[in-house]
């Protein structure tokens, strides 16, 4: 009877230690199982990666890049708007001139008047891009009083040149109008004096204003000339 007891108490031992090992067994399988599942899962990004891009689903075809579209012949051809060059200024004529030379000096920071000279001529430009031409006075006077004796008493041949809507006309400034038998001293040096012309109701018309200032016996001369021109 109590090798029987003792019998059984050792088969419980074997099947309990059994039991224990197959636990174990079935716990690394499972682990073993898991961890496989993880990597393979979560392993090489890279690989995975490249598998995805190098093969794709037979479900949803790779995605082309179009071709570059070829220019459509038979469509119209748009040019960009040009503007029209301005057209350059023909001076050939007569031309209507006005002079005027404005004399003051200075005196304690002002400037006082001493005088105004009032010339009108006509001038004719003969055709060309440097053209010449005649200048004639007819009438002038300083501070209002007619000095006619001494203004020239034939037309003055002079030349110039027209750069697009400029007239540049080579004259001196002090004696281009007077008799040239007149003896003038200190005469400013001939030099190209430009007038930019526009058109007022059709009609060309410009204007030329220039200051200088000298000092004569330590007194400020200023002198200011105005010519206006006006085409007939």
Same mark, same amino acid.
């Given at each position: 009877m109590n090798g029987s007891k003792k019998r059984n108490g050792i088969i419980i031992v074997l099947?309990?230690?059994?039991?224990?090992?197959?636990?174990?067994?079935?716990?690394?399988?499972?682990?073993?199982?898991?961890?496989?599942?993880?990597?393979?899962?979560?392993?090489?990004d890279d690989a995975l990666k490249s598998q995805i891009i190098d093969k794709h689903s037979p479900f949803e075809p790779p995605v082309q890049t179009p071709s570059p579209q070829e220019p459509d012949e038979t469509a119209p051809i748009v040019t960009p708007m040009q503007t029209p060059a301005p057209q350059e200024l023909d001076a050939s004529g007569i031309w209507d001139m006005t002079f005027h030379r404005y004399y003051s000096y200075e005196n304690e920071g002002s400037?006082?008047?001493i005088g105004?000279?009032?010339?009108?001529?006509?001038?004719?430009?003969y055709s060309g891009k440097q053209f010449e031409c005649d200048i004639m006075p007819y009438e %002038?006077?300083?501070? #209002?009083?007619?000095?006619a004796d001494s203004l020239a008493i034939e037309p003055q041949l002079h030349t110039g040149e027209v /750069?697009?809507?400029?007239?540049?006309?080579?004259?001196?400034?002090?004696n281009f109008y007077l008799?040239?038998?007149?003896?003038?001293?200190?005469?400013?040096?001939?030099?190209?004096?430009?007038?930019?012309?526009?058109?007022?109701? %059709?009609?060309?018309? #410009?204007?030329?204003d220039f200051t200088w200032v000298v000092v004569v016996?330590?007194?400020?001369?200023?002198?200011? /000339?105005t010519i206006e021109l006006k085409k007939r």
């Open positions: 099947l309990a230690l059994v039991l224990v090992v197959w636990g174990l067994v079935i716990a690394g399988w499972v682990k073993n199982f898991t961890g496989g599942v993880s990597l393979f899962e979560r392993g090489s400037w006082e008047s105004m000279e009032e010339i009108f001529l006509w001038m004719e430009i %002038g006077t300083i501070n #209002g009083e007619s000095y /750069v697009g809507n400029m007239l540049r006309l080579y004259l001196d400034l002090d008799d040239p038998a007149l003896e003038v001293s200190d005469t400013i040096q001939p030099d190209y004096i430009e007038i930019p012309i526009t058109a007022e109701n %059709g009609r060309p018309s #410009g204007t030329y016996d330590d007194y400020n001369l200023q002198s200011r /000339v």
